[in-house]
């Protein structure tokens, strides 16, 4: 299965999640619902230092991009990174914390993209 994401820098941040060994990867899309950015990728880390490791692969393949992250919080407790790149907001949550905020049934009205569990060579750019 490929999954057709609609931005090569959405691709390259779940790309980063997957190398990373991200859990339970999900993209919501979030054009016709918000203002503040285009899509929301949701990942599960299960410990700080993955955690911390997926934001940091996601942040370094944001940079040759030209995009520093708009906003980091979360990073040193590691229970809800989230990185803003305005395009796309990354969220990085703790099994533990994800099911508490449940951000995908607080936007269950968006779209979702799907995000393959295997490789990701499977991911392309639309």
């Known amino acids: ?7 090569p820098l ?5 790309e980063a999640a997957m190398a ?9 899309d979030l054009r016709e619902m918000a203002a503040f950015t285009n899509y929301f990728l949701v990942c599960t ?21 030209g995009l520093g992250h708009a906003q980091r919080e979360g990073y040193d407790k590691a229970e809800w990174v ?17 099911l508490y905020f449940d ?3 607080l936007w269950r009205a968006a779209p ?3 995000v ?6 499977q991911i392309v750019a639309g």
Do not use: C, N
Request: proline share 6%.
């Open 1 to 7: 299965m490929t999954a057709d994401v609609p931005s």
């Open 10 to 14: 959405l691709a390259a941040a779940i």
């Open 20 to 28: 990373k060994s991200a859990g339970d990867i999900a993209v919501l």
């Open 45 to 65: 880390g299960w410990s700080k230092p993955q955690i911390q490791a997926i934001a940091d692969e996601i942040d370094r393949r944001m940079t040759p991009q």
């Open 82 to 98: 989230l990185l803003d790149y305005g395009e796309f907001v990354a969220h990085i949550f703790s099994d533990k914390a994800r």
């Open 103 to 105: 951000l995908e049934r």
């Open 112 to 114: 979702r993209i799907e």
């Open 116 to 121: 393959p569990e295997a490789g990701a060579d």
